[in-house]
């Protein structure tokens, strides 16, 4: 269920780090939202909880100044704009790093290693044919 409304009171009170009930609050009405906000964007699942926390992280280090201003929107369209930040970073990391899926083609892409580290040592006469994945062709 998504709150249609953040109630001021609730605002000022997670504006105190300290305030546990304030934060479980918080955490229980937008959780849903942010992993709704989540899989819209096609965010694989395993990731929802570390965004989340980071988006919950941002918010907690931005509170403490953050100022509700009904002409700049409200606190949700707040929380949207970081999620999105937290996006970027998330989608770009992703860009940057290869999935390891550990399928076949994984496991066909190290036996090819593995033969063409044999053919090579074969060819230039070196006694390897272990099919190993050490660097050298000697035993």
């Given at each position: 269920m998504q709150p249609a409304t953040t109630?001021?009171?609730?605002?000022?009170?997670?504006?105190?780090r300290a305030d546990a009930g304030a934060?479980?609050?918080?955490?229980?009405?937008?959780?849903?939202?942010l992993r709704d906000w989540l899989r819209r964007h096609a965010v694989l699942p395993h990731d929802h909880d570390?965004?989340?926390?980071?988006?919950?992280?941002?918010?907690?280090?931005?509170?403490?100044g953050y100022a509700y201003?009904?002409?700049?929107?409200?606190?949700?369209?707040?929380?949207?704009?970081?999620?999105?930040?937290?996006l970027r970073n998330y989608w770009?990391?992703?860009r940057s790093r290869p999935v390891a899926t550990g399928d076949s083609d994984f496991q066909a892409s190290i036996l090819d290693q593995r033969?063409?580290?044999?053919?090579?040592?074969?060819r230039f006469g070196t006694a390897n044919t272990t099919n190993t994945l050490s660097p050298a062709c000697s035993n």
């Open positions: 109630s001021s009171s609730l605002l000022l009170r997670v504006r105190d934060w479980g609050r918080l955490v229980d009405l937008y959780d849903p939202l570390d965004l989340v926390q980071d988006v919950l992280h941002a918010v907690a280090q931005e509170m403490p201003d009904r002409s700049r929107g409200g606190f949700r369209g707040w929380l949207r704009t970081v999620l999105v930040h937290r770009r990391q992703r033969k063409t580290r044999v053919v090579v040592c074969r």
